[in-house]
């Protein structure tokens, strides 16, 4: 079983997509403090949720904003402009829980839990 959970601020306001079968994609990056507090470190994690749940977070999501996700973690390779190979992970989020507001901003709408429940069976993960 692959699941992780992480915790932190979204690293910039989400983005709406649309794969080719027409269902929504919803993508952010979110930046998770790791180290100690005499060496902090910042790991970032790229997000990726999809359908009905996805067009619903989009206007509730906001840069700055501390959550928490769960879902199946990959680690991606690529190889940067430089030439030199490079790792990344990503991750197919199946739970999110707001935790904050957008740090130092204003919310994008009222927050409001988005519940699996109200989408049923029709969520993709």
Same mark, same amino acid.
């Given at each position: 079983?692959?699941? *992780?959970? =992480?915790?932190?601020?979204?690293?910039?306001?989400?983005?709406?997509? $649309?794969? /080719? %079968? +027409?269902?929504? @994609?919803?993508?952010?990056?979110?930046? #998770?403090? #790791?180290?100690?507090?005499?060496?902090?470190?910042?790991?970032?994690?790229? *997000? /990726?949720? =999809?359908?009905?749940?996805? $067009?619903?977070? &989009?206007?509730?999501?906001?840069?700055?904003?501390? !959550?928490?996700? %769960?879902?199946?973690?990959?680690?991606?390779?690529?190889?940067?402009?430089?030439? !030199?190979?490079?790792?990344? @992970?990503?991750? #197919? !989020?199946?739970?999110? &829980?707001?935790? %904050?507001?957008?740090?130092?901003?204003?919310?994008?709408?009222?927050? $409001?839990? !988005?519940?699996?429940?109200? =989408? +049923?069976?029709?969520?993709? =993960?």
């Amino acid at each position: 079983m692959n699941l *992780c959970i =992480f915790s932190g601020r979204i690293g910039q306001d989400p983005q709406m997509g $649309q794969l /080719s %079968s +027409g269902d929504a @994609l919803l993508k952010f990056s979110l930046a #998770v403090s #790791v180290g100690r507090r005499d060496n902090p470190q910042t790991m970032w994690l790229r *997000c /990726s949720m =999809f359908g009905r749940r996805a $067009q619903a977070l &989009e206007t509730i999501l906001a840069k700055g904003q501390k !959550v928490t996700v %769960s879902g199946a973690v990959k680690l991606d390779e690529f190889t940067n402009k430089e030439g !030199v190979a490079k790792q990344s @992970l990503s991750m #197919v !989020v199946s739970d999110i &829980e707001l935790m %904050s507001e957008p740090k130092g901003g204003e919310p994008r709408q009222a927050k $409001q839990a !988005v519940a699996q429940d109200e =989408f +049923g069976d029709d969520i993709p =993960f």
